[in-house]
């Protein structure tokens, strides 16, 4: 029997429960990690929106030139930026309602650690998103969190 360690629990428990995910800093340019988590989590059933300046398109989605023009709320942010350029998106994300921030490996700081708490967002750090939900979800043969079926309401007498 295989036990999960509490940060793949963690992690499991969020990609289940996200639905809308924003990727700061996604790239339209063929073979950059970016653009192929975009492709990857939209096949996948996430409904997915990539943020650039200058709003090409990604992986054959459409673009939002800030996060703060995104309509509505997002679950997840994952930033592809610099570790000293991420901080600035961590107050963005929260001002979207997100529950979590995504820092893939050489973005974390203890900057935007600190600006994360501020906020009470979870952090996930030095992890690819793309690796952990093929990771767990993909071994056990199971469909991407994403879109799950309705649940059925409760019967109302």
Same mark, same amino acid.
């Given at each position: 029997m295989k036990h999960a360690h509490r940060e793949e629990v963690l992690i499991e428990g969020l990609l289940?429960?996200?639905r809308t995910i !924003?990727?700061?800093g996604a790239s339209p340019r063929p073979g950059r990690h970016s653009g192929e988590v975009v492709a990857y989590l939209h096949s996948v059933g996430y409904d997915v929106i990539p943020v650039r300046p200058d709003r090409m398109t990604v992986a054959e989605?459409?673009?939002f030139a800030r996060l703060g023009d995104v309509g509505g709320s997002v679950d997840l942010v994952v930033i592809f930026r610099r570790a000293d350029a991420a901080t600035?998106?961590?107050?963005?994300a929260a001002a979207?309602? !997100?529950t979590a921030v995504w820092l893939p490996p050489g973005t974390w700081s203890r900057?935007?650690?600190d600006e994360a708490e501020k906020h009470e967002?979870?952090?996930?750090k030095d992890?690819?998103?793309l690796d952990e939900h093929r990771h767990l979800f993909g071994a056990i043969g199971e469909p991407s969190a994403g879109h799950p079926g309705k649940l059925p309401l409760p019967h109302l007498r």
């Open positions: 289940r429960k996200t !924003a990727v700061i989605l459409p673009t600035a998106h961590i107050g963005e979207k309602r !997100a900057a935007a650690a967002l979870l952090v996930v992890r690819c998103i």
